[in-house]
């Protein structure tokens, strides 16, 4: 490879649903589908594929999915970024909310999401976790919303 042939950073819309798929189960993330994604983005290094995030659109829930960041670029602000420009497509189609099912909870809560109450509605459902095998032993997941 030539020095003309390394590009990026790039942030940018993306397709590539199998690279997300390939990157956040090499992140620890468990497979599921891509079912009522509105919009998915990547965050691209020398052309490959190191962060993504996608928007799910459920009824009139907006949620954060496969958001992923490759291990080298975990803490350098690629999945704040990844998960800010997500909040932006939800603002611009109308959300006054986010949710995600996080894996990790506390990254959410720095950048400004908190864990949902037993008894707000709307937010995603963490019945497949419970069945998981990572559950409570490696994964403490957690419902989040924030306000947008």
Known sequence: MDAQDLKGPELKR???????????????????????????????LDAGLVGCVALKKDGNRYSIEWLAVAEPLRSKGVGALLVKTIENEARVRGADRLWALARAPRFFE???????????????????????????????PAVMVKRL
């Open 14 to 44: 993306t397709a590539d649903f199998e690279g997300m798929r390939a990157l956040a189960l090499s992140s620890g993330l468990e497979d599921g589908t891509f079912e009522n994604i509105i919009t998915a983005y990547g965050y691209y």
């Open 110 to 140: 720095k950048i400004g999401y908190r864990t949902s109450t037993m008894m707000e509605s709307g937010g995603p459902s963490m019945s497949n976790c419970m069945l998981c095998q990572q559950y409570q032993r490696t994964c403490f």
